[in-house]
């Protein structure tokens, strides 16, 4: 990183360090990164030093890579500050909410004691930053914050327990009481809470005092335009599948009961000439494998290499985006905004008003239905499947707003004006 490294240099002695409390973080050799990669890394460049602690790589299967094993807690130093990667305490199930709770608990109290440590132990902070999920750090960042003298920014990716609420994953009543009680504490002890959109920002700021609506900050989410580019339909990863030249209808990403992709089984009983490519993995994945048993056209694979990941997008004809109904105001698909980077259109079933339908009617990028709607969901797929001009057009205007719109250079300055704030020097 010579950009940040220089930049570093030359504003190192106005800005101090801050503290990223994150579940990921993509190593350095790593072509694609997380939202929290690239921020940090923006950060870097307008001269902050910014000392990282996160997960060992373990996501993608739910335990610890190979080559990651063998230490709890790893060390590297890097030209703009540090990275300490810990023990995430992955569980086998999945599904056993009660186990990744424990896990992330866990996980959160040992991500407080080297928060403390990270950058020299207690040392003053410009600004303590918190990802949510798992929703426990944000308790983890306000310790840290408060021993390092310092403000927390609570950053909101996904609003818990909502989503797990709507989608019955949780239905205990004391379990259930516990997540809002949390939730409810964790906002508090915020000096800032960054959300993704304005459906996200009403849905946390409503859970706060009146007086303290004003500590809710809209910064969406970005695309990396670098990374990922249009490439031709006719992916290596196709023929790896065994798909040949017929449309594919891709939806990829966490297969989880926040989305409805039962959409996508019925979309392939009504249009047997396309593949319909599942890509990802969780929870709900072993269900739906089962319910498309007898359709030759529906395909699942498991999550790709992240250097593959506009290879993979390139793969799809048309993306789906779909999200089960009341949950469009609290979960925004950032997934979104990486279709829309790859050329690609996109149908989205979601509900109306929130901030992927209002993204894909300003740009042009694709439709949205209904959310749950079947036949509304067949009608748009095959609309856009009898003209793929319309399709190409689309996928073209998407990745013309995203280039305007969601850079990850507006990003990093919009954080950077909101810890120059907090930590009084406002710009």
Known sequence: MTRSTSRATRRADRCGPIVVLCPHFAPDNAPTGTVMTRIVRELADLGHQVHVVTALPW??????????????????????????????????????????????????????????????????????????????????????????????????????????????????????????????????????????????????????PASRAETVHVIPNFVDTDVIRPGDRLTP??????IGDEPVVLYAGNVGFSQSLDLLIWAARQLPGVTFLINGDGAARSGLEAEAESLLNVRFARYIEPDRLSELLATGDIHVVPLKAGLGRVSVPSKTYSIMAAGRPVVAAIDPGTAVPKILESSGGGVAVLPDDATAFVEALTAMLERPDRGLSMGTAGRIWVEREASPEAVGVAYHHLIELLAGRAP
Do not use: C
């Open 237 to 242: 990863y196709r023929a790896e599948l065994g």
């Open 59 to 208: 996501y993608r299967n739910h335990a610890i890579e190979q080559g990651w094993t063998g230490k709890w807690v790893r060390t590297e130093a890097t030209p703009w500050g540090s990275i300490t990667r810990l023990h995430p305490f992955p569980g086998d199930d999945k599904s056993n909410l009660m186990r990744r709770a424990a896990g992330f608990v866990a996980y959160s109290l040992l991500a407080g004691v080297i928060g403390l440590r990270a950058g020299g132990w207690f040392r003053r902070a410009d600004a303590v930053i918190a990802m949510s999920p798992p929703l426990t750090l944000g308790l983890t960042g306000k310790v840290v914050a408060v021993l390092r003298r310092s403000r927390l920014v609570f950053n909101i990716q996904d609003v818990f327990p909502d989503a797990a609420i709507d989608t019955g994953a949780i239905t205990n009543r004391w379990i259930i009481g516990a997540a809002r009680l949390l939730e409810r504490v964790s906002y508090r002890s915020a000096a800032a809470i960054t959300v993704l959109s304005d459906d996200l920002g009403d849905n946390v700021a409503a859970k706060l």
